[in-house]
T-cell receptor
Framework: AQSVTQLGSHVSVSEGALVLLRCNYS??????LFWYVQYPNQGLQLLLK??????LVKGINGFEAEFKKSETSFHLTKPSAHMSDAAEYFC???????????FGTGTSLTVIP | EPEVTQTPSHQVTQMGQEVILRCVPI?????FYWYRQILGQKVEFLVS????????KSEIFDDQFSVERPDGSNFTLKIRSTKLEDSAMYFC?????????????FGEGSRLTVL
């Protein structure tokens, strides 16, 4: 069975501070992992994805995530938060032969000026 | 850049009425999905569709839901008799292939409000 757990439904950071959004996965087979971002009143947009090519994945808008198999984690980071980063972030997992994506409950990021 | 488009962006309906939500997936994609997001909650899988038939569906996707690809471009979600708890944002998504590392491409959603 595949699933992801996002720790922290709400995260607040100051502008310019480090952003860390946590995601742990559960998968019986090597997973493919994704981070999506949802801005207010918009659909989900892909930030980055892990496809087993490299454990450190760089995405759009300065975000990156590191796949750690030993910790079953795929945490999302950004060195310096910007006001425009305020959004809902979803971690998702699928598998090589799978069809369905499993989403986490989401983390709402607030950036404080 | 190709995108998934959804209509309507917002629909208000009375309980018990039928609703059809429409989606135009990206043209060369073969796998189509509907997801639901109740306000403040997680994004939930409803159904996936391939080769003119349902390939997977969740427990949420009961007999009051149906999907159809009536022509070569549209992909619709029908709710036969809406309930208050069907109020949610419904997202259509498409994908060129099944499995592997290909991501889902989402539309901007259709907000359904059932009164």
């Amino acid at each position: 069975a595949q699933s992801v757990t996002q720790l922290g439904s709400h995260v607040s950071v100051s502008e310019g501070a480090l952003v860390l959004l946590r995601c742990n996965y559960s998968s019986s087979v090597p997973p493919y992992l994704f981070w999506y971002v949802q801005y207010p009143n918009q659909g989900l947009q892909l930030l980055l994805k892990y496809t087993s090519a490299a454990t450190l994945v760089k995405g759009i808008n300065g975000f990156e995530a590191e796949f750690k198999k030993s910790e079953t984690s795929f945490h999302l980071t950004k060195p310096s938060a910007h006001m425009s980063d305020a959004a809902e972030y979803f971690c998702a997992v699928t598998r090589n032969t799978g069809n369905q994506f499993y989403f986490g409950t989401g983390t709402s990021l607030t950036v404080i000026p | 850049e190709p995108e998934v488009t959804q209509t309507p962006s917002h629909q208000v309906t009375q309980m018990g009425q039928e609703v059809i939500l429409r989606c135009v997936p990206i043209s060369n994609h073969l796998y189509f999905y509907w997801y639901r997001q109740i306000l403040g909650q997680k994004v939930e899988f409803l159904v996936s569709f391939y080769n003119n038939e349902i390939s997977e569906k969740s427990e949420i996707f009961d007999d009051q839901f149906s999907v159809e690809r009536p022509d070569g471009s549209n992909f619709t979600l029908k709710i036969r008799s809406t309930k208050l708890e069907d109020s949610a944002m419904y997202f259509c998504a498409s994908r060129p292939t099944s499995g592997g590392a290909g991501e889902l491409f989402f539309g901007e959603g259709s907000r359904l409000t059932v009164l």
